[in-house]
C-alpha cells in the first residue's frame, strides 16, 4: 500500500451524483471555459426558443381562421426576408467566434511539466511516466469486496493517476495494438480523447485543486466498456514527489497478463 491510498480521504471527490443534471465542477482551466460556453450557450437557445414560442403564439391568435376570415395574399417581404437571414447567421457567428477559441485552447498542448502515456487494454488502463523512468502500472477496477470505506462503485481503481496540483500534465494517449479502440475521460477536467489502436493522441489538464477525480471510459469498445474507470488523485507537489520516489524505488515490472487475469469482473 502506498502513502497515499494509506492517508486520508481527499478533501474533494468528483464523480457523478445521484439524479445529476449539470456538468460537474469545473477542476481546471478548460472545463471552466467549457462550463462558460455551455452556459453561454444555454442563454443563446433560451432566448431562440422565447423567441419563437412568442411567434408561433401569435400566428395562433391572430391569424386563425376565426380571428382573420380574410387572410393576406402578401408573398414577398424584403425586410421580413433579409431578417430571418441575416439574423441565424449573426447568432452563429457570435456562437463560433468563442468555440473556435475554446477549441485551440483544449488542443494547443502549452509546455508540460509532466507527461503521462495512458494505454487503453481490453479491459482497463495501463500508465507510464516517462519523465520517471521505470515508473507503470495498470490500473484495474476494484470489486465490489475490494471497496474502502468512500471508495464510489464502479469507479474506483486498484491504482490511481498520481499528478501534483497547478501542474500542466500532458497525457499520450493511445490503445493496444491488439485491442479496439477506447477514450479516455474526466468530465471534471474537461479532457475526452480517444485511445486509438497504433495511433498517438494527447490530451492536457491543469488541476486546480487537491482530491479525487474519476472517470469512465467513454466509447463503446466491448464487453467490459462499463468496468473501465479512471482514477486520479491530485496530490501537493511533495506529496507527489514522495509517491514517485516510493513507486520508483521498490517497484516491479509490469505484467499486463498477470494483472488482467485478476480481473474477474468480466469472466464469463
Known amino acids: 500500500m502506498t502513502m497515499l491510498s494509506a492517508g486520508a480521504i481527499p478533501a474533494l471527490a468528483q464523480q457523478p451524483e445521484p439524479w445529476q443534471i449539470g456538468l460537474q465542477s469545473a477542476s481546471t482551466p478548460v472545463m471552466e471555459s467549457i462550463t462558460g460556453f455551455h452556459n453561454f450557450l444555454l442563454v443563446i437557445i433560451s432566448l ?16 386563425n381562421s376565426k380571428s382573420n376570415t380574410t387572410p393576406s395574399r402578401t408573398s414577398h417581404n424584403t425586410i421580413l426576408e433579409v431578417a430571418w437571414t441575416v439574423l441565424p447567421v449573426i447568432i452563429l457567428v457570435v456562437i463560433a467566434i468563442p468555440s473556435f477559441r475554446l477549441l485551440y485552447f483544449q488542443l494547443e498542448t502549452p509546455e508540460p511539466d509532466l507527461t503521462i502515456k495512458a494505454t487503453g487494454y481490453q479491459w482497463y488502463w495501463g500508465y507510464e511516466y ?19 470505506p468512500g471508495d464510489p462503485r464502479l469507479l474506483a481503481t486498484d491504482n490511481n493517476v498520481v499528478v501534483p496540483v497547478n501542474k500542466i500534465v500532458k497525457v499520450l494517449v493511445t490503445g493496444d495494438p491488439m485491442g479496439v479502440i477506447h477514450s479516455w475521460t474526466i468530465p471534471a477536467f474537461g479532457s475526452k480523447v480517444d485511445a486509438v489502436p497504433g495511433r498517438m493522441n494527447e490530451t492536457w489538464f491543469k488541476a486546480t485543486k487537491t482530491g479525487m477525480y474519476y472517470g469512465q471510459c467513454s466509447e463503446l469498445c466491448g464487453r467490459d466498456h462499463a468496468f473501465m474507470p479512471i482514477s486520479v488523485q491530485v496530490v501537493e ?32
Open 130 to 148: 516517462p519523465d520517471h523512468e521505470g515508473l507503470s502500472f495498470d490500473a484495474v477496477m476494484l470489486a465490489d469486496d475490494e471497496l474502502q
Open 237 to 268: 507537489q511533495a506529496e507527489y514527489d514522495a509517491w514517485v520516489s516510493e513507486r520508483t524505488a521498490g517497484l516491479q515490472p509490469r505484467d499486463d497478463k498477470k494483472k488482467f487475469a485478476q480481473n474477474t469482473l468480466g469472466s464469463e
Open 48 to 63: 431562440v426558443t422565447l423567441f419563437v414560442l412568442v411567434l408561433l403564439t401569435i400566428c395562433i391568435v391572430k391569424f
